[in-house]
């Protein structure tokens, strides 16, 4: 085993995209009208995006690539059927909405975040990283 190469702590791959814009007015987007709704991208980031809005004024961006041996194939953060934290069904790490934190499983770093501003209806998501 010590001739493999340890994936738990390698990074996240960098995948830069385009500013995609949000309209929270269009149907597809109606559950983040809503505290603790949420809407998972597919179209950015490394393996899409779960947006989830914590208020009227905080959205947060998080990558669904997990932190936990980032690199496999399976390694893919959901929203649990719970709706009350994201989950990675392949190595069982369980991440907050609050910041992304790992609460449980293998992960010991949070998800990535990304940058997301709020204007009127519209939110942005950029491929700056926050954390």
């Known amino acids: 085993m010590g001739c493999q190469p340890n994936l738990s702590d390698d990074p996240i ?3 830069p995209f385009p500013d995609f814009v949000i309209n929270l007015s269009a149907p597809e987007y109606q559950p983040l009208n809503i505290n603790g709704g ?9 393996r899409g995006v779960i947006v989830y809005r914590q208020d009227a004024s905080t959205y947060r961006a998080f990558e669904r690539n ?11 953060v959901n929203v649990h059927s ?10 069982n790490s369980s991440f ?8 449980g ?13 709020l204007a009127g209806t519209q939110l942005t998501i950029t491929d700056t990283i926050l954390n």
């Open 105 to 117: 499983g293998s992960a010991s770093r949070p998800l990535r975040q990304y940058e997301i501003t």
């Open 13 to 15: 791959p960098i995948v």
């Open 66 to 76: 997990c932190t936990f041996r980032p690199n496999e194939a399976c390694a893919t």
């Open 96 to 103: 907050s909405f609050t910041n992304g934190a790992p609460t």
């Open 38 to 46: 949420y809407k998972e991208i597919g179209s950015i980031g490394v």
């Open 82 to 91: 719970s709706s009350l934290f994201m989950i990675d069904p392949c190595c």
